[in-house]
């Protein structure tokens, strides 16, 4: 198990926006959540990455409770990639460089270029990897910033709407990534999107987040017209095309 969640509360003020939210996730598994806006999707990430501390329950990453953990010794396990960005005046390159930051102990080596290069490669930015943050457009940006995830090589991937901003290319191009490096490394993911149809393509686990807490939580079985119609309050209808499943609002 690489995360273990158990009975998490958290109010802004005296707003509650988590209650009793428990879960577990497993090595190899993407984890989409999903939930209307202001359901408290990106609470509950801001919460498992210690940027928030819930007034109440446990989370553990492998043996580790967070509460427990350093800044430092967090961001060595957790790869998190926030709603919305600063692009300040750094190159990709050194943007993705810093992602080692957490393993850097005197100077950078040559694994920590090897493994920013490799990424770069990945998400085929080595074209811009000399341009200025400032000199992208949202996209690059929004791909810069996960590969500055995937570059820390962390045990689990945080991902706030990471397809924002992508063209239907890369939105497919970067799920993929994100599932394959999951699927390769045995790590984890939890990824918070919109599109349910993205979501059913890449992910192996369904969270719905509704009324401050767990609406439904499992594999597809959880992706039913029920469930999306009740967390949504429209109707919906879950039919497959060539083998894969979609979800048709009507
Ligand atoms: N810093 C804050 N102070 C007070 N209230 C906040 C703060 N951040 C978020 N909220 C409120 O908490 C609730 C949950 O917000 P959150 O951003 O977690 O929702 P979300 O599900 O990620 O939404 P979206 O899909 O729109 O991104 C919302 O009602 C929001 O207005």
């Not at 409770?65 to 960005?85: F, M, N, P, T, W």
């Amino acid at each position: 198990m690489i995360l273990n969640i158990n009975g998490i509360e958290f109010s802004y003020s005296s707003v509650p926006v988590l209650n009793n939210v428990t879960f577990t996730l497993e090595r190899g598994e993407v984890l989409s959540i999903l939930g209307n806006n202001g359901a408290g999707k990106s609470t509950l990430l801001k919460c498992i990455n210690k940027i928030l501390e819930p007034h109440k329950g446990t989370i553990y990453i492998e043996k580790d409770e967070i509460s427990k953990l350093s800044r430092v010794d967090v961001a060595k396990k957790i790869g998190y990639v926030a709603q919305r960005h600063e692009s300040g005046r750094f190159t990709v390159f050194d943007a993705v460089l810093l992602g080692r930051k957490p393993h850097i102990k005197w100077d950078v080596t040559q694994k920590d270029i090897k493994i920013v290069n490799s990424v770069l490669k990945k998400f085929d930015l080595e074209k811009l990897s000399l341009r200025y943050l400032s000199e992208l457009s949202g996209g690059e940006l929004q791909k810069v910033v996960i590969a500055r995830a995937m570059a820390q090589q962390p045990v689990l991937m945080l991902l706030d709407e990471p397809t924002n901003n992508l063209d239907l290319k890369n939105q497919i191009e970067v799920l993929k990534i994100i599932r394959e490096a999951v699927k390769e490394q045995n790590i984890a993911a939890i990824v918070i999107i919109h599109d349910l149809n993205l979501a059913l393509r890449f992910s192996d686990k369904f969270l719905f987040l509704k009324d401050n807490t767990i609406y439904a939580y499992g594999g597809m079985e959880v992706m039913t017209e029920e469930i999306i119609g009740s967390v949504y309050g429209i109707h919906v209808v879950v039919e497959k095309i060539h083998d894969i499943p979609v979800v048709i609002p009507l």
